[in-house]
């Protein structure tokens, strides 16, 4: 209460009511509902059985409502006055009955299992996919920091403050044409007879163009590409922070830039490091463009298979159990990193 | 027993078109306490720093313990250096940022504790190995510095400003600390500082610098006493002056003619004559208030402002063409502001020198 008078008082009522609903509308409309709903959906599969039996019976009544028709004509060839009344009533509760699977058929059992999960374990290519997506986005992430390292160091600390500006917007500006595009791009260099094939062959460093798209190759730096500036910017941002006076105190001390880089440097950008690879790991697991388009048939990634199964496959059920284990998959990183590196998140908000 | 004696020799500093440091010769013996007194900009910290190794002078060249410092780095200097914010490393225990030096060089982890917890005793700091440095009061952060760099075991030992973030009583007590931490590791220390009582305090020498040059050398009395520039007479606590001219020269004694009447006072370093422009310094704590028979110097002068300052009140008086300050025991005179009351100062303490740069302009 304390804390929306302040609110009110430093911002006035607009600007306090909108800066609450605003993140309340995006949290609970956007990520948690839709994921309580994805959830839900994963647990439970329509029951087939049920349905198909159902469906018998429905056909079966239909042939005795049939029958029961003819045999009403037969009595009374006329049609003037009442048949039957028995017949009639057994025919009139055929119809009920009728009606009322058709309306259960309509809308089939929902039935709660684990059946989705199971299914996935049990689907050897499908399993080896989610493993390989998962092994080949940690490979990215991890080629990611070896890139992302060095140029924030040169940016935040060595660059002067003019080189450095025009360095960032050189970063930055193929990031404002959009991911298929970039992508594309990486399609016409990589390709059997792209840019870099085309140059290798001409200096004679080649006779065979290279298949990069055949295997991951393609995917692994396309993805790369597209995310690595996610874990640079973070990490530039605290070495920017890094008191330059620290790094000439351990050199004072006699240190060797190796051990700078390990003991002073490192440590310091570690936070951003982290959250770097967090999200560039969560992007290049839930990336689609990227494979889409730079990855061969060989080189499915398992965001391809959940669409899938959304869009092609109409099970949602089961693309909606395939997309949580990825979520999960992905939430487990981001708590062993956080682990491995000793990241604090409370102490990380503290520091931006 | 090495040399521990700095030489500085014709040392410049460009940065584009700012001199930083113009054409410095100095001369640091060993085993003593050295400060370079100055404002802000004056190039001491850009000194500092080409000795320490982190700047290459322009031109001129530094000779510690007789060897010439040209392209070594920082780390192979027999120097040390403490940074003005300490650069203590604030992911690494306290013991940790004392024994980086020994980590560098390969010491066993256990080793390596044991001798910082031995450098962290020589500070006075038992017991606080395993704290980060964020945990330590300001006083204590200093003294982990000091460990740390004594660790390299340093023939020169290089202090930046390193007391001007400690409140006052701290930097009081600091600047005896620091005094006998010098004396007993006879490591030659070099200050920074544009603290003028920290470096009368602290130092066997102290070199006032002024626009990357030296103005004047010489032990805190000297300095204090006998300045022999403008500025160091006006940087280095509070003086009077009155601008004028020289009426006449005998036996070093020099009568200056002035708006406020004709004052004498003796020939600093350098001497003049007749006729010469001339300027006329004299100590607030010189001056006396209240009539004297035969005064040697006198004039009369409305008081302007009286300031309470704990054991003593400062008075301002408005004479002709200078604003005149005068300190006095608390309790000693009654006066109000507007008094007009007579201002008398010895002749022997009154000092000639010639017109210049003032650290007021």
């Keep these: 209460m304390n804390h929306w008078r302040r609110l009110v008082m430093q911002n006035g009522i607009i600007m306090a009511l909108l800066m609450v609903s605003l993140p309340a509308f995006w949290l609970v409309v956007m990520i948690i509902a839709p994921q309580l709903m994805m959830i839900d959906y994963s647990f439970w599969h329509e029951d087939n059985l049920q349905l198909a039996s159902w469906e018998k019976a429905i056909s079966e009544k239909d042939e005795q409502m049939v029958d029961l028709e003819a045999r009403l004509a037969e009595q009374q060839p006329g049609g003037t006055s009442a048949g039957d009344p028995a017949l009639e009533d057994q025919y009139q509760q055929l119809a009920a009955e009728v009606s009322q699977l058709e309306s259960q058929a309509d809308q089939p059992p929902e039935v709660y299992s684990l059946k989705n999960y199971s299914y996935l374990a049990g689907n050897r290519l499908h399993r080896s996919i989610f493993l390989k997506t998962i092994w080949s986005s940690l490979l990215v992430t991890v080629i990611a920091l070896v890139i992302c390292y060095p140029v924030s160091f040169y940016l935040a600390q060595i660059a002067p403050r003019r080189q450095a500006a025009v360095l960032f917007i050189g970063l930055i500006i193929p990031y404002w044409i959009n991911e298929i595009l970039r992508t594309f791009a990486w399609l016409m260099l990589l390709s059997y007879n792209g840019f870099i094939n085309m140059f290798l062959d001409s200096v004679g460093l080649i006779t065979e163009p290279i298949e990069f798209l055949d295997g991951n190759a393609g995917v692994l730096i396309g993805m790369t590409y597209a995310y690595v500036l996610f874990m640079v910017f973070p990490t530039y941002n605290l070495l920017r922070t890094l008191d330059r006076n620290q790094i000439e105190a351990a050199r004072d001390l006699g240190a060797g830039w190796l051990r700078i880089h390990l003991r002073i440097a490192i440590p310091h950008a570690k936070p951003g490091l982290a959250v770097g690879a967090i999200t560039t790991f969560m992007l290049a697991a839930g990336s689609y463009a990227v494979p889409a388009i730079l990855g061969g048939p060989n080189s499915l990634w398992f965001t391809q298979i959940i669409y899938s199964w959304f869009f092609d496959g109409g099970n949602w059920n089961q693309g909606a159990a395939y997309a949580f284990m990825l979520l999960a998959i992905c939430l487990l990183f981001v708590t062993v990193m956080a682990r491995i590196t000793g990241v604090d998140f409370k102490d990380l908000t503290k520091r931006f | ?361």
């Design chain 2, 1 to 361: 027993m090495p040399a521990r004696n700095v030489e500085l020799v014709h040392i410049s500093k460009t940065y584009g078109s700012l001199t930083a440091v113009d054409d410095l010769n100095m001369s640091i013996g060993e085993k003593g306490f050295y400060s370079f007194l100055g404002p802000s900009g004056c190039g001491k910290t850009t000194l500092l720093r080409i000795i320490a190794g982190f700047v290459e002078p322009t031109a001129g060249k530094v000779l510690i313990g007789g060897k010439d410092m040209a392209g070594i780095p920082p780390n192979q200097r027999p120097t040390a250096m403490i940074f003005q914010n300490l650069a203590l490393f604030p992911l690494m225990r306290v013991w940790e940022n004392v024994a980086f030096a020994f980590e560098v060089r390969g010491v066993t982890k256990q080793r390596r504790r044991i001798l910082a917890d031995d450098l962290l005793n020589r500070v006075s700091l038992e017991g606080v190995g395993d704290k980060f440095p964020h945990e330590l009061s300001g006083g204590q952060r200093q003294r982990v510095a000091i460990a740390r760099a004594l660790a390299v075991e340093p023939d020169v030992l290089l202090l930046d400003e390193p007391l001007s973030a400690l409140d006052l009583k701290l930097r009081q007590r600091m600047i005896s600390e620091l005094r006998s931490i010098q004396k007993q590791t006879e490591v030659t220390f070099i200050y920074i500082t544009h603290d003028q009582g920290e470096a009368l305090a602290m130092s066997d020498q102290v070199a006032v610098m002024n626009a990357g040059q030296i103005q004047q050398i010489g032990s805190p009395q000297e300095i204090y006493n006998q300045p022999q520039t403008a500025f160091v007479a006006t940087f280095v606590g509070e003086n009077n002056y009155f601008r004028g001219t020289i009426k006449n020269v005998s036996d070093n004694q020099v009568v200056l003619a002035t708006p406020a009447g004709d004052l004498k006072g003796y020939f600093g370093s350098s001497e003049m004559s007749q006729g010469d422009e001339a300027w006329l310094f004299v100590r607030p704590e010189r001056c006396t208030l209240g009539t004297m028979e035969n005064p040697e110097n006198s004039f009369e002068a409305p008081i302007v402002q009286l300031d309470f300052d704990g054991p003593s009140q400062i008075c301002s008086l408005q004479v002709e063409g200078a604003s005149i300050q005068v300190i006095y025991p608390q309790g000693m005179h009654s006066y109000h502001v507007g008094d007009r009351v007579q201002v008398s100062f010895r002749t022997k303490d009154a000092l000639i020198i010639p017109p210049g740069k003032t650290a007021h302009d």
